[in-house]
């Protein structure tokens, strides 16, 4: 007799995109296809210094159990951090995740019971797909174009399913790299009060933006929608802009629901690493972080600027898409004009055999897959290797 697994693993399965990275150990591959950011780009003389400053100062609370709600000195300079981005959080309006990954999950455990309707954007952080599915949610997908959600449709959407809540990530998202606008920002929280439905906003790529700043956060907006702050949960991640290896990340929430999401993360990880999170504490107070998100921009834009160009000269009119204005990623569609390949995982096949690799998009759909949808992260390639591997997509993308 097989082992039996829980009901809940058959809402799941393994993601596709896990496969596909084991075909990327081929050597010379160009690989588009991670979430990461660039190694390169760690400050890793900064966080030597934070992590001795934190076994040093406070050795006691850097290596010994903390409280659930995480590291009150992080909790701080979080707030502080949040506070120069326009949004006022009280220390103890936030609690400490093991990334924002666990944020959604405690999201998940705290909201979600099976048969709930979840309403996501179309395509949507995969993990998130998996994580909800996990915890029995029917997953809604909601459309988006370039300025993000389209607030009309949603709006249907919400009145028609009266979901349990809504996930966005309204800045640079994984993987559609699309903008919220600022108008459809004040009506996202305006439909939160309207039906009375919880929004989360997943932010962990806004400071990572190029040209010019996004608009503020919905969480730094709801100051100016009464009542919205309460139906409005807020991710934010150290990863993209510091390290995801610290995983640092941060869940704001009305206060019934933090206690709950803190009552649920005490019996699964008790508290985020103290040694972690002591380090975090230290670097954000030692003033590093203007410098490194000043890095991290310019680096990333120049490489954005070099994927969009490569794109055009490159792919022309086999594809469509909109330039990033930050994050990590292209959202790219085929065309298919002039009988080139318009199945993303036809040409994910034949651009591993040209050497260069990449995530097609169906599976970040939770609902209708775009097949012709794929993901381009331009994040860990130098520009000379953005231009060669982009090169290399347009020989795999002619028959
Ligand atoms: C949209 C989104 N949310 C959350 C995460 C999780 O990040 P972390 O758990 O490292 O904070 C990611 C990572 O790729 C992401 O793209």
Not at 19 to 44: H, N, Q, T
Not at 302 to 320: D, F, K, P, T, Y
């Amino acid at each position: 007799m097989p082992l039996q697994f829980a009901d809940r693993l058959n809402n799941v399965e393994t993601s596709a995109i896990r496969e596909l990275f084991k075909l990327l150990g081929k050597p010379g591959i160009i690989s588009f296809a991670g979430g990461f950011p660039d190694p390169a780009m760690f400050d890793v003389q900064g966080i030597q210094e934070a992590s001795n400053k934190a076994l040093s100062e406070e050795p006691g609370a850097a290596l010994q159990y903390g409280a659930t709600e995480g590291y009150q000195p992080l909790r701080e300079q979080l707030a502080a951090f949040m506070a120069t981005k326009g949004a006022t959080v009280a220390a103890s309006e936030l609690i400490v995740t093991t990334g924002s990954q666990q944020a959604l999950d405690l999201l998940g455990k705290t909201m979600i019971s099976p048969g709930d309707k979840v309403i996501v954007e179309g395509p949507t952080f995969l993990a998130t797909i998996q994580c909800f599915r996990l915890y029995g949610a029917e997953l809604i997908s909601a459309p988006i174009d370039a300025n993000g959600v389209k607030t009309d449709e949603l709006e249907q959407l919400i009145a028609e399913h009266k979901p349990k809540l809504v996930y966005l990530i309204p800045t640079f998202g994984n993987p559609s790299g699309a903008m919220l606008s600022l108008e459809r920002r004040k009506k996202v929280l305006e439909l939160a009060v309207k039906y009375e439905t919880l929004i989360v906003e997943d932010d962990p790529y806004g400071d990572l933006f190029f040209d010019a700043p996004p608009p503020p956060s919905l969480l730094a907006l709801s100051d100016s929608v009464p009542g919205s702050r309460d139906w409005l949960a807020h991710c934010g991640s150290l990863s993209k802009v510091l390290s995801p290896g610290l995983r640092v990340g941060w869940l704001i929430a009305p206060p019934a629901l933090l206690a709950n999401a803190t009552m649920c993360k005490q019996f699964s990880d008790a508290h985020t690493s103290t040694f972690a999170q002591a380090t975090a504490a230290q670097y954000l107070k030692a003033g590093r972080m203007p410098a490194t998100l000043a890095h991290v921009r310019q680096v990333y834009a120049e490489r954005a600027r070099a994927m969009g160009e490569a794109l055009g000269r490159e792919l022309g009119e086999a594809v469509a898409f909109v330039q990033p204005g930050g994050g990590l990623f292209f959202w790219v569609r085929l065309t298919g004009a002039g009988g080139a390949i318009s199945d993303a995982g036809e040409l994910a096949k034949r651009a591993i055999e040209k050497g260069v690799a990449f995530v097609p998009g169906a599976p970040f759909y939770a609902l209708n897959p775009d097949s012709s949808t794929l993901r381009l992260s331009f994040a860990t390639a130098d520009v000379a290797k953005i231009e060669e591997g982009i090169a290399r997509l347009g020989q795999a993308l002619c028959r």
